[in-house]
């Protein structure tokens, strides 16, 4: 129920958020975290989204993004983001915060008790739905929606499109993004019972030479998945521009 009221206050009107988890604040400072950047070709929606929620309403959104795109999310680089919202935290009284993706959330739960446990929390666009289960269950603070893509009908449609097919390829990293959308879609996979080879490409675990043999690997009559493809095993992170010319 929680989520759902989530996802309600974000389709619908900001005066929702101010109903519920706000109080009678008249204007609430917001504070945005984004897990990419702002010219990541999803985040224009969102923000869009957030203006329309907001439009006659007086609210202060204060955007930040993580860079995760760019930057590995591992713990000493989450270390630098803690110093930085220590700063953003010590010049700013929030009054709510919106998430965006899985790493926005996994900062959100390691710097709970630092940053955000005084303030609603909503998260929005998260595939790792056990995470998104558990903030929600674990923090009366926190609720939000997950990233619904339905997987199964779409498996589906590919095998209606290959009957030949005697693989399973699937396309992923280990992006807190990676694997959450892997978690689903072998879900989804296992459910339907398919008697196929699976075939994993892992770019976190290749060069890029490898991942462009791995792929000129496929065969033309087998199933492919893209999922999430952010870097290769070299630490190298890949524009959506480039990753479409593969």
């Known amino acids: 129920m929680k989520i759902l009221t989530a996802a ?3 389709i619908g009107s900001f005066s929702i958020v101010q109903t519920r988890e706000l109080g009678l604040i008249e204007s609430p400072d917001i ?16 923000l869009k989204g957030i203006d329309k929620a907001c439009k ?18 591992n713990d000493e680089y ?35 008790d630092d940053f955000f446990s005084k303030m609603p929390v909503i998260f ?10 558990y903030a929600e269950q674990t923090y009366a603070n926190i609720c939000g929606i997950t990233e619904a893509i339905d997987y199964e009908t779409n498996i589906k449609f590919a095998q209606s499109l290959m009957p ?3 693989k399973f390829n699937y396309i992923a990293d280990d992006t ?17 019972n398919l008697n196929l080879v699976i075939n994993k490409i892992d770019t976190s675990k290749l060069t890029y030479d490898e991942i462009c043999e791995r792929l000129s690997a496929i065969d033309e009559n087998d199933i492919t998945f893209y999922t999430i493809f952010t870097n290769d095993g070299v630490g190298r992170f890949y524009p959506l521009n480039e990753i479409l010319q593969f």
């Open 8 to 10: 309600l206050a974000l």
């Open 31 to 46: 504070l945005f975290i984004g897990s990419y950047t702002y010219n990541y070709p999803e985040v224009d929606y969102q």
């Open 56 to 73: 006659g309403e007086s609210v202060s959104v204060l955007y930040k993004f993580l860079n995760t795109k760019n930057i590995d999310h």
């Open 78 to 112: 989450k270390l630098k983001l803690k110093d930085r919202f220590s700063l953003l935290f010590e010049q700013n009284d929030f009054d709510g915060v919106i998430v965006s993706d899985d790493d926005g959330l996994d900062f959100v739960l390691t710097y709970y």
């Open 124 to 133: 929005q666009k998260i595939n790792d739905k056990e995470k998104a289960i």
């Open 164 to 166: 030949n097919a005697k």
């Open 176 to 192: 807190k993004t990676g694997i959450g959308v892997e978690k689903s879609l072998l879900e989804a996979y296992n459910d339907l």
